[in-house]
T-cell receptor, first 114, second 114 residues
Framework: GAGVSQSPRYKVAKRGQDVALRCDPISGHVSLFWYQQALGQGPEFLTYFQNEAQLDKSGLPSDRFFAERPEGSVSTLKIQRTQQEDSAVYLC????????????FGPGTRLTVL | AQSVTQLGSHVSVSEGALVLLRCNYSSSVPPYLFWYVQYPNQGLQLLLKYTTGATLVKGINGFEAEFKKSETSFHLTKPSAHMSDAAEYFCAVTNAGNNRKLIWGLGTSLAVNP
């Protein structure tokens, strides 16, 4: 597609529910990133994929967070047993493989945990 | 570790006035620096970036920024503000050895008054 797409755009979950957030990167982009943006804050890095390999997951806040990119294209961020503190906008970005290549962002998924 | 400080969480200017948004960074290695803009309910869009070479970088919508190593700064400017510039602006830093993950400032909300 023309840009990075994310679905759903909005998700409301009850505390304790599992959620899955999808990211479709720009076709051909090797690198894929997930960020978490709390209200009024800058984005915080969660995890990074190069093709299907998850090279950095140091930003995942707990073992309830899991990300995958099995075929090196679409990625899913899964949050198990959601908590209120998980409420945030989850941003996906993709880029080519160059060191200084621009990260292109999707519109984000706004997750609200009640 | 790298970090970014954006001075002023809210900046208000009159239409036609100079826009100056401040960004200071901390990095022990040569940084790559970025400014992104976020309009309400939209994804982050790259304004400009510095990687190597010329320290004065021009971006979209008439914005520019200058990398000053001695001051560890990368301030964003625009000579004449337009109403459509009202948005949230984020400064970010990364480097070649950082798996390309972006470290973000907290953002500056720009208001443009008629």
């Amino acid at each position: 597609g023309a840009g990075v797409s994310q679905s759903p755009r909005y998700k409301v979950a009850k505390r304790g529910q599992d959620v899955a957030l999808r990211c479709d990167p720009i076709s051909g982009h090797v690198s894929l990133f997930w960020y978490q943006q709390a209200l009024g804050q800058g984005p915080e890095f969660l995890t990074y994929f190069q093709n299907e390999a998850q090279l950095d997951k140091s930003g995942l806040p707990s073992d309830r967070f899991f990300a995958e990119r099995p075929e090196g294209s679409v990625s899913t961020l899964k949050i198990q047993r959601t908590q209120q503190e998980d409420s945030a906008v989850y941003l996906c970005a993709s880029s080519s493989h160059g060191l200084s290549d621009t990260q292109y962002f999707g519109p984000g998924t706004r997750l609200t945990v009640l | 570790a790298q970090s970014v400080t954006q001075l002023g969480s809210h900046v208000s200017v009159s239409e036609g006035a100079l826009v100056l948004l401040r960004c200071n960074y901390s990095s022990s290695v040569p940084p790559y620096l970025f400014w992104y803009v976020q309009y309400p309910n939209q994804g982050l869009q790259l304004l400009l970036k510095y990687t190597t070479g010329a320290t004065l970088v021009k971006g979209i919508n008439g914005f520019e920024a200058e990398f000053k190593k001695s001051e560890t700064s990368f301030h964003l400017t625009k000579p004449s503000a337009h109403m459509s510039d009202a948005a949230e602006y984020f400064c970010a830093v990364t480097n070649a050895g950082n798996n390309r993950k972006l470290i973000w400032g907290l953002g500056t909300s720009l208001a443009v008054n008629p």
